[in-house]
């Protein structure tokens, strides 16, 4: 029995649920430019079949024609018609990619230094927080048709960061006494075994300035088998726990329905057993989510299972934007008004929030000063550690999705561009 479908396979999924050969083709079409890959556990467990294409989950998980600017599908459309062979494609896709931003935000310029060497794997932007990504983690149980790491996905040189060396992150924190926070991520840690994930946790135990080891994962959402089923993770857990860290699971939730099934709702019992705390964040993106019902649904359920909302985010520009994006004054609309149906408990995620090139921005609200409608925005996270808390305000727009689509308000410049920090 298939566990899980990946890339123009799909379309066989596709014709086992009775979708129609122009949806295949589509499928064809958009997996064969961006990653796609589905587990059975999302498929018999997740997606509500009745409710297809309009369900979350399979909008979540599923190709969409959308997805791609017409700049890139037509192309590939008419290769696939016209018969053109696996080879032939791929070389056609692999040019066509770089129309798609594949690596946002600057995420390349985040790679910390070693003796004057970058050091694979490791990312590190702010101050207190080293992110890495362990090579054996760059995949996930099933792919997000939003993910913004999509281009670690489809395996092109040069699109890759990933440390296959837990030494070089080693010796970098040794170096970093300011680093208190180590953040596993990836693709998904959890992919891992627990004797390849203790490669990179164990000598975590031995840097004492390492406080909080946090694992960013969907796991719980897409396969909570994972933790139900493996008790050496669970030891792994208290082990550090035991040797005084904090372990902090960084769930990525992105409806409600992730975290009803049993099998989830017993893994994340299991994982606070152990002794993690949870917190959760997702993006804010259409089709799936970008409904205040959702946010606040999804909220409710976090906190009922001892998960703290942590984050809403703004979709990046990269990959399949077009058809997922929000505009900002959407999304802040969408936090607040969910915001508006639950207790404080529930009400502990910032956002919205853009991961942009100089920081986490959150959009605190809208208002009008001196007659200008602004929208009120402020660092949470800054590469310039003076900036972080700067309050700034940009115009307002109904359409932008971007900083990048902002203009600034009262001040000619970014906070960023005036302290000799720009990009
Ligand atoms: C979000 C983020 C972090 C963690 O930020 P917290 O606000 O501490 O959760 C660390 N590094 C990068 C690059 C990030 O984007
Ligand atoms: S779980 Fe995260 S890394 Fe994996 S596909 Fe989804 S967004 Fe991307």
Redesign the pocket.
């Known amino acids: 029995m298939t566990r899980t479908w990946r890339g123009t396979r799909l379309a066989d999924l596709a014709a086992e649920r009775g979708l129609d050969e122009a949806y295949r083709h589509e499928i064809r079409v958009v997996a064969s430019v961006l ?1 796609f ?1 589905v587990d059975r556990y999302v498929v018999d467990e997740l997606i509500d079949w009745s409710a297809v294409p309009d369900d979350p989950i399979f909008r979540l998980t599923f190709p969409a024609r959308g997805m791609l600017p017409d700049d890139v599908y037509e192309p590939v459309s008419k290769l696939i018609r016209d018969g053109a062979g696996e080879r032939e494609v791929r070389a056609a896709v692999t040019d066509l990619r770089r129309r798609l931003n594949p690596h946002p935000s600057g995420q390349a310029d985040n790679v910390p230094l070693l003796n004057g060497d970058p050091v694979g794997g490791l990312q590190h932007k702010y101050r207190h927080t080293v992110l890495v990504f362990p090579s054996p983690g760059q ?6 048709g ?5 281009a ?2 489809v395996g092109e040189p040069g699109l890759r960061f990933a440390s296959s060396r837990p030494e070089d992150m080693v010796t970098y924190l040794r170096r970093h006494p300011e680093v208190t926070d180590v953040l596993l ?4 840690p959890l992919v891992m075994s627990t004797p390849v994930l203790r490669r990179w946790i164990d000598p975590l135990l031995d840097i004492g300035h390492v406080s909080t080891i946090r694992i ?3 796991a719980l ?2 396969a909570p088998s994972r933790v139900t089923d493996d008790p050496t993770l669970l030891h792994l857990v208290e082990r550090c726990v035991r040797a005084g860290r904090q372990v902090a699971v960084m769930m ?1 939730v992105s409806h409600a329905r992730e975290l009803a099934t049993d099998s989830a709702r017993r893994a994340i019992a299991l994982l606070r057993g152990a002794g993690a705390t949870l917190r959760a964040q997702a ?1 804010i993106i259409r089709h799936v989510n970008d409904d205040p019902a959702a946010w606040a649904d999804m909220w409710q359920a976090m906190v009922s299972l001892g998960i703290a909302p942590y984050y809403s985010f703004v979709e990046r520009d990269t990959g399949a934007m077009a058809w997922f994006e929000v505009p900002l004054a959407r999304a802040l609309a969408v936090h607040t008004e969910a915001q508006r149906r639950v207790g404080g408990l529930a009400r502990t995620a910032r956002g919205p929030v853009m991961s942009a090139t100089p920081g986490k921005i959150v959009i605190d609200g809208e208002t009008t000063v001196g007659g200008e409608r602004v929208f009120v925005l402020r660092m949470l996270q800054a590469r310039d550690p003076a900036l972080t808390g700067r309050v700034f305000f940009a115009h307002h727009s109904a359409d932008a999705t971007w900083i990048d689509g902002l203009r600034p308000a009262f001040a000619p410049h970014w906070p960023w561009e005036t302290t000799g920090g720009s990009e």
């Open positions: 990653p890959k995949t996930c149980h099933s792919y997000c939003y993910c913004f790491r999509w670690q996905f991520t990836g693709g998904d960013g994962t969907k959402a897409y990525h993006p």
